[in-house]
């Protein structure tokens, strides 16, 4: 009747030898530590091996396996393999279970002796195999004082997954390369995460690797033999090299080397319709290669699996077995990681991948390499090696063209030679052309002339252009547009040109026909297949992603076997795509960035230059820049031609996707995540230095002496942390009034100002000169940005005595108000103005505004010109004795005078709010705030301690010490990243809506929403609230596709009543999550929130799910082709993942018309089957 399932045994028998002889003494009875782990459990690479069936692309339920570099705390690790015996068995007698069931009689547990776990855990001649690695134990020392019969204790460890890895096993220890859960982190102020690899050939290369895992038809570069030699000691690296360089060596040798050590290599590019093309390029080369997308898996057990970042981002959640055998992992266009939607999915890949994982990043020159290779170090724990080379397999050069016909056809004028210098007399010549033409077109045509920049105009440039590049052989070329529109219409302005003989027409017209066999008639005769034809025909391609990606296919293969001789494209095609030409055309150098129309940056620029210029066909390749209107600058060209490349930048971001396959873990947490992002590791990287500070300073903390005073203990705290708060307000106060325009205006020379420092109390001065003096300052390292360190150069009323003191040794140093203060409250003094005791004296200083405490409203005449004349040259050593002149000595008294009137009436200081009309509410409350505190300063008990000054300044450095402390706690502590806020808001949103309950487990709903990967919450919504359950499945496609079509701007579509309804449910529904996530304080607005969901191919969507033809859907639209196959492909992963919920939530229903769904939409043109993998 009833049926238990056996536990797995516990444990294990061992041989026990001798240690000196070998001899088998015995056996024992170990624990097996890794028994019952599974993907549902456990995050080691020890576990259980799920079903082949989820082998590859892993399960939602899998827990990852463990991120490398990332360590679990010293204290987690000490409570779960220490157990502190006293914490263990403290437990009441009076709670114990005597009587066991069946039995009559109690048990006594009285005379039972109790065990330390902590005293018994381990023998003091136990070692650790990695002590005897890293020469941390000397071994002859275990032979010293043994005996033959003593028996080697193994540490018992407690049976938590933390600790099942931790493990002192010599036998479990030999079979790993590092522990899945490292618990000893390498110091990293000790460790240099990036290294910058030499340049200098490697002479003995065969002989350093003798056994080529791959061996090439031609001699390696330098930086390709560093890269392997790199890859041979299973070294983490990036290379980085221009365009067409030979980056794919590196990639392919670590293939080959996977292969031959038997183990896997994946190769993740950022785009499908470039991982496509790597599967073709490579099953040319290797014999086992398997291509992972969304809709098609090829061959997915061979030792090379070609796939984009997302199926890898998702094979590591969901703990795909596959992970254990992979070797490498190569990542092409790692420059990706800028790009607003990938980027953060490349930081998650690289963070999440397990340490046993090798990483090969490709990139594009970029000025950051090291900084980047960096991050990546500190957050593997591994050192990466820095590979790059600045040489061109074939250089560049750059050319002007001016002209507009086939006589001015000849108008090609270099300005970029090929060693990177600017030509400009080849940039004069092109501008005298314009010129000249320009006034010739006014003395025939006057103002009716032909301008510059009409169609006519154009097709002009593009002929007479493609006639000089004819007659110099200069085909085929690449024409850059940045626009689809402008493609499009380019090449129809040159389609009756021919450029192609009949033999290489016979061959385009064949290749064209065979690779559409697999459409049907009506796809066949689409308006874009029968354009597209006629231009090839010619000679003539077009690529961009409104084109069908079956046709993008057909002209990349035509043009890489150079049966095309100009191709129109857009940027995209730069992107990876490796087919150079002998020219590269720039038809326009300013693009539309979605905001504004700007000049290509220079990474933009080299990116799509770099396609000029075949290996081992051309000796040089030309880059065009057509001037259709006027010669662009010489600035503007040098800052694109020479400029810096743009920056790796992170471009990581939380996802609800993200936290929830998180949360789910436990073990690894978003914050883990956040810490090692690239965006965080400019503040993690100081890390280890504020640990380390923190330390010290709590030892500091620790030793710290109480004020033994019993007049201060009464409330010397209390009054130091209103004088705290009075100074920081008084600080900020100065801040903003020092920034305003209106104070700008008043402190001119001739301003009285009242001045407080160290060595001045409400002394009147006069203004001199804004800024210092020069050479001749005494302040250094001040900040231009920040307004309470501008420096004035001021005449100051002081003793007699301190002038002569200040002028005899000029090497005074000034100090702060902030480093030396008598009494705490004379700061903040408002009492009479100083007035010398002695002699009148004068000084000429230089202070900066936050030593101005009070503004005069008050302006005087002085001879400013002498008086800093005399200064200046009394501070030359032999004329300092000098003493000072007319108009000094005049200037002192009279403000000498001033302020004694001052002291007998009112000294006319100007209010900030009154006078100045600084009325910002923020400024007003603060001012108000300091008004109301700073009377309090005077009423404490402790002012009443003849010690105060010593008691006070006790008490400021023990303050001190510890805000230090509390300062650097926070620095180190999760509450310090960057996205901690957005994190808090996010769970929040999720807490509401019941994905999580308020110990962040997950709830029903979160289960479901972390197995869609776009929209989670939005469509989990949707589901819940039973929005898709009762529609047609072609309707229910058609509502998906609101989620994953990009464009924003589209013809409105024509919907039945019943999808009008259901879209405005959806809409409702995302007015109701983003009205919670505003609430929570998420900086999205609930219009922006719905803006996301664009509506314009529900109605293609649903008649193309009701079987209408291609060629008819597009009357329904303007959107272009490519993006509507784009759409309903993304559409398909999307309805995957619907599935798969429906099937969380027990809804059989809907899973078999999601079925259906995507059964109606996978037909014809739009799931063509790609000519690279066909």
């Given at each position: 009747m009833f049926d238990a399932v056996m536990l797995p045994h516990p444990t294990d028998i061992c041989m026990e030898r001798d240690p000196k002889t070998g001899k088998l003494k015995g056996y024992q009875e170990v624990l097996c530590h890794d028994v019952g782990l599974t993907a549902q459990n456990s995050m080691s690479m020890n576990r259980k091996p799920g079903p082949l069936t989820d082998s590859v692309k892993g399960e939602s339920s899998n827990k990852p396996f463990w991120p490398g570099g990332v360590f679990f705390s010293e204290a987690l690790l000490k409570t779960v393999t220490q157990p502190n015996s006293d914490e263990i068995f403290e437990v009441k007698k009076e709670n114990y279970l005597t009587r066991p069931p069946g039995f009559s009689f109690d048990i006594s547990f009285d005379n039972i002796e109790r065990v330390s776990l902590a005293d018994s855990s381990t023998n003091a001649n136990?070692?650790?195999?990695?002590?005897?690695?890293?020469?941390?134990?000397?071994?002859?020392?275990?032979?010293?004082?043994?005996?033959?019969?003593?028996?080697?204790?193994?540490?018992?460890?407690?049976?938590?997954?933390v600790a099942l890895l931790v493990t002192d096993d010599i036998s479990s220890q030999l079979l790993q390369v590092e522990d899945d859960f490292p618990s000893k982190r390498v110091k990293d102020e000790e460790k240099k995460w990036a290294t910058l690899d030499d340049f200098t050939d490697v002479k003995d290369f065969h002989r350093?690797?003798?056994?080529?895992?791959?061996?090439?038809?031609?001699?390696?570069?330098?930086?390709?033999?560093?890269?392997?030699?790199?890859?041979?000691?299973?070294?983490?690296?990036?290379?980085?090299?221009?365009?067409?360089?030979?980056?794919?060596?590196?990639?392919?040798?670590?293939?080959?080397?996977?292969?031959?050590?038997?183990?896997?290599?994946?190769?993740?590019?950022?785009?499908?319709?470039?991982?496509?093309?790597?599967?073709?390029?490579?099953?040319?080369?290797?014999?086992?290669?398997?291509?992972?997308t969304g809709d098609v898996q090829i061959k997915p057990e061979a030792t090379c699996l070609i796939m984009t970042t997302e199926i890898l981002r998702s094979m590591l959640y969901n703990g795909s077995d596959v992970i254990r055998d992979v070797e490498w992992v190569i990542f092409d266009e790692i420059h990706y990681i800028n790009d607003l939607e990938r980027g953060v999915v490349y930081e998650e890949v690289l963070i999440m991948l397990p340490s046993h994982v090798g990483i090969i990043l490709l990139s594009a020159t970029v000025p950051n390499t090291l900084e980047f290779a960096s991050w990546i170090g500190k957050t593997k724990q591994k050192e990466v090696y820095v590979v790059q080379t600045k040489m061109r397999p074939v250089p560049l050069e750059h050319y002007l063209y001016t002209g507009n016909s086939n006589k001015t056809s000849n108008e090609l004028f270099c300005i970029l030679d090929q060693k990177g210098n600017f030509l400009l007399s080849g940039y004069r010549a092109a501008l005298n052309a314009k010129k000249e033409r320009a006034s010739k077109v006014d003395e025939s045509y006057g103002p009716k002339g032909v301008r510059q920049g009409n169609p006519q105009a154009d097709k002009s440039v593009w002929l007479s252009l493609l006639s000089m590049l004819q007659k110099k052989d200069q085909l085929p070329v690449v024409a850059f547009t940045l626009s689809k529109k402008k493609c499009d219409q380019n090449a129809e302005k040159v389609s009756s040109v021919e450029l192609v003989t009949s033999t290489e027409r016979s061959h385009i017209i064949s290749f064209f026909n065979k690779s559409l066999r697999q459409l049907k008639g009506s796809d066949r005769q689409l308006p874009q297949v029968l354009w597209l034809e006629e231009?090839?025909?010619?000679?003539?391609?077009?690529?961009?992603?409104?084109?069908?990606?079956?046709?993008?296919?057909?002209?990349?293969?035509?043009?890489?076997?150079?049966?095309?001789?100009?191709?129109?494209?857009?940027?995209?095609?730069?992107?990876?795509?490796?087919?150079?030409?002998?020219?590269?055309?720039f038809d326009s150098t300013r693009k539309f960035d979605g905001n504004n129309f700007r000049d290509l940056h220079s990474s933009e620029y080299i990116q799509m230059a770099g396609r000029a210029g075949r290996r081992g066909l051309d000796n040089t390749g030309m880059v065009i820049l057509l001037c259709k209107g006027d010669v662009p600058e010489t600035s503007d060209l040098n800052k694109m031609m020479l400029g810096t490349p743009t920056k790796l930048t992170s471009q990581f971001r939380l996802t609800y996707y993200m936290i929830l396959n998180l949360l789910r873990v436990k073990q690894l947490t978003v914050q883990d995540m956040m810490k090692r992002s690239f965006s965080e590791y400019y503040l993690q990287k100081d890390a280890p230095e504020n640990e380390k500070k923190l330390e010290e300073l709590r030892i500091k903390c620790k030793q710290l002496k109480d004020i033994d005073c019993p007049v201060c203990s009464i409330d010397l705290k209390a009054y130091y942390l209103a004088w705290t708060e009075c100074y920081q307000l008084q600080k900020q106060i100065k801040n903003i009034l020092f920034s305003s325009m209106q104070c700008q205006k008043l402190l001119v020379p001739g301003r009285l100002l009242l001045v407080t420092n160290a060595n001045h109390k409400r002394s009147l001065s006069v203004i001199l000169q804004i800024g210092g003096l020069g050479n001749l300052s005494s302040f250094k390292g001040l900040s231009s940005k920040n307004p309470l360190e501008k420096l004035y150069t001021v005449l100051i009323s002081c003793e007699k005595n301190y002038e002569e003191m200040k002028m005899s040794d000029i090497s005074t140093t000034k100090v702060s108000q902030e480093e030396e203060v008598k009494h705490p409250n004379e700061m903040f003094l408002q009492n009479d103005l100083f007035i010398p005791k002695g002699q009148c004296g004068q000084i000429v200083e230089e202070i900066i505004a936050a030593d101005i405490c009070e503004?005069?409203?008050?302006?005087?005449?002085?001879?400013?010109?002498?008086?800093?004349?005399?200064?200046?040259?009394?501070?030359?050593?032999?004329?300092?004795?000098?003493?000072?002149?007319?108009?000094?000595?005049?200037?002192?008294?009279?403000?000498f005078n001033l302020a004694k009137d001052f002291n007998d009436k009112v000294c006319p200081v100007m209010h900030p709010i009154h006078d100045l009309c600084l009325n910002e509410i923020k400024f007003v409350e603060k001012h108000k705030k300091f008004e109301r505190i700073l009377p309090s300063l005077h009423c404490?008990?402790?002012?009443?301690?003849?010690?105060?000054?010593?008691?006070?300044?006790?008490?400021?450095?023990?303050?001190?010490?510890?805000?230090?402390?509390?300062?650097?706690?926070?620095?180190?502590?999760?509450?310090?990243?960057?996205?901690?806020?957005?994190y808090n808001q996010r769970i929040e949103v999720l807490k509401t809506l019941n994905y999580i309950d308020k110990e962040m487990n997950l709830q029903h709903k979160g289960r479901v929403a972390f197995e869609i990967s776009t929209h989670e919450v939005m469509i989990t919504e949707l589901l819940i609230n039973n929005v898709l359950t009762d529609l047609h499945p072609s309707e229910i496609v058609a509502v998906l596709s609101c989620f994953v079509f990009e464009q924003k701007k589209s013809s409105p579509p024509t919907l039945t009543d019943n999808l009008q309804k259901v879209v405005n449910t959806v809409k409702q529904i995302a007015k109701t999550v983003a009205v919670c996530q505003k609430k929570q304080g998420l900086n999205v607005t609930v219009e922006e929130?719905?803006?996301?969901?664009?509506?314009?191919?529900?109605?293609?969507?649903?008649?193309?799910?009701?079987?209408?033809?291609f060629k008819d859907i597009m009357n329904l639209t303007d959107v272009s082709e490519g993006n509507i196959v784009r759409c309903i492909q993304r559409l398909d992963e999307t309805c995957r993942d619907v599935r798969k919920a429906a099937h969380v939530i027990g809804v059989q229903a809907l899973c078999d018309k999601m079925e259906e769904g995507m059964s109606l939409i996978r037909r014809d043109v739009v799931f063509a089957a790609s000519l690279y993998t066909s």
């Open positions: 136990t070692i650790s195999i990695n002590d005897i690695i890293s020469n941390d134990i000397d071994l002859t020392s275990l032979y010293i004082n043994i005996d033959d019969d003593e028996q080697v204790v193994e540490a018992q460890e407690s049976p938590v997954d350093l690797v003798i056994d080529m895992a791959f061996k090439f038809p031609f001699e390696l570069d330098v930086f390709q033999k560093r890269a392997i030699l790199h890859l041979e000691k299973h070294e983490n690296i990036l290379v980085a090299a221009h365009t067409s360089a030979g980056k794919t060596v590196v990639a392919e040798y670590a293939i080959a080397l996977a292969q031959k050590h038997m183990r896997k290599a994946i190769y993740t590019s950022p785009i499908k319709a470039l991982s496509n093309q790597k599967f073709r390029d490579f099953r040319d080369t290797f014999p086992e290669v398997g291509l992972l231009l090839l025909k010619n000679g003539i391609g077009v690529h961009h992603s409104g084109i069908l990606p079956i046709l993008k296919e057909i002209v990349e293969m035509l043009f890489s076997r150079g049966l095309l001789k100009i191709l129109f494209a857009t940027e995209t095609f730069a992107m990876g795509v490796n087919m150079p030409a002998r020219t590269v055309v503004i005069v409203n008050k302006v005087i005449k002085v001879d400013l010109e002498k008086i800093l004349e005399n200064h200046k040259k009394r501070l030359i050593p032999r004329f300092r004795s000098d003493p000072p002149s007319q108009s000094t000595v005049i200037a002192g008294q009279q403000l404490f008990n402790c002012l009443d301690c003849p010690n105060i000054i010593k008691h006070f300044s006790l008490m400021q450095s023990n303050m001190q010490v510890k805000e230090d402390v509390a300062m650097l706690e926070f620095r180190l502590s999760d509450e310090n990243l960057n996205l901690m806020q957005e929130f719905i803006e996301e969901l664009h509506f314009g191919l529900v109605e293609v969507v649903y008649e193309w799910a009701r079987g209408m033809s």
